[in-house]
């Protein structure tokens, strides 16, 4: 028992020099994929204002609009 504790404690020590090394360039992984996310959904958002009323026998409109509807029940979520 007490190695158990040992040892993760040594683990966390590693995995926190382990990040503090690399931690901005982490931050900014992070930050670039979060831009990243917010240029698609702004383009998706763009591609399907513009052919919403367009007849699709493609299942990509309902898709997007399942996306779409899944995006706002996250956001209401913390409102609720």
């Known amino acids: 028992r ?3 504790r040992t ?3 040594s683990l966390e020590q ?3 020099v382990a990040f ?5 360039c982490v931050m900014c992984l992070a930050m670039l994929l979060a831009g990243g996310l ?3 959904l702004t383009w998706a958002e763009l591609v399907y204002s513009g052919h919403e009323t367009d007849y699709c026998d493609q299942p ?3 898709m997007l ?3 779409f509807l899944i995006i706002m029940v996250q956001a209401m ?4």
């Open 7 to 9: 040892v993760r404690a």
């Open 77 to 80: 979520q913390r409102a609720i």
């Open 20 to 24: 503090a090394r690399c931690n901005r």
């Open 38 to 40: 917010l240029v698609v």
């Open 60 to 62: 990509l409109a309902m």
């Open 65 to 67: 609009r399942l996306i």
């Open 14 to 16: 590693v995995i926190e």
């Open 2 to 4: 007490e190695a158990s």
